[in-house]
């Protein structure tokens, strides 16, 4: 089946890349700005996971946790990881962003906001300070996929695009253990 996700080329200058971006983002980029927030490349990814596990609403669960921490580890150790925190002018860490870079293509794998940074729309600020960063550069922001209308519109408030990525699921349980939606899918199949 095809899942949706965006994506949005930096191949302008900023300030034509800002121009596509949408009333509400830039009315949020303003709000960060004018409440201080400072974005920074930090390269700690224990800082970095304590606060993703702490305020990620949408948690990792065993393998899941292990894999994605080995993944930041090893990419930020090897230059194709960054992270981005954003922090008040107080020095509290108010969001952060993990971006893997491959080829001319960065994916957006991981982020989370504190209930304060999102008041201050710190995350608008760390995707703001990466698009100001790679403008021109000709990279494509990847911001993967979500089917959250509130997700995709904070994506698609930055001028991303939607494409589609397939997704195979291969179910091997006995008819009897498997969901009803599975089940029916398979009966429907087999008719």
């Known amino acids: 089946r095809e899942r949706p996700k965006r994506i949005l080329a930096l191949d302008s200058i900023y300030s034509e890349q800002c121009g596509r971006f949408s009333e509400n983002t830039t009315r949020n980029i303003r709000k960060?700005?004018?409440?201080?927030?400072?974005?920074?490349?930090?390269?700690?990814?224990?800082?970095?996971a304590e606060l993703y596990v702490k305020y990620n609403p949408f948690k990792l669960i065993g393998p899941a946790e292990k894999i994605f921490m080995a993944l930041l580890r090893h990419t930020l150790a090897a230059g194709s990881g960054t992270v981005y925190l954003a922090g008040s002018h107080q020095g509290d860490l108010l969001a952060g962003a993990f971006f893997l870079t491959y080829n001319d293509r960065s994916y957006y794998l991981g982020a989370f906001s504190s209930p304060e940074g999102l008041r201050q729309s710190a995350a608008f600020a760390i995707v703001d300070a990466f698009c100001r960063l790679h403008a021109g550069s000709g990279t494509i922001l990847d911001f993967e996929g979500s089917e959250l209308e509130g997700v995709d519109r904070f994506y698609k408030g930055f001028g991303a695009i939607r494409e589609h990525y397939c997704v195979l699921e291969y179910n091997r349980l006995p008819p009897i253990l498997r969901s009803e939606e599975h089940t029916s899918e398979l009966q429907s199949r087999q008719s």
Do not use: H, M
């Open 32 to 48: 960060a700005v004018k409440a201080g927030i400072k974005v920074s490349a930090e390269y700690n990814p224990d800082r970095f």
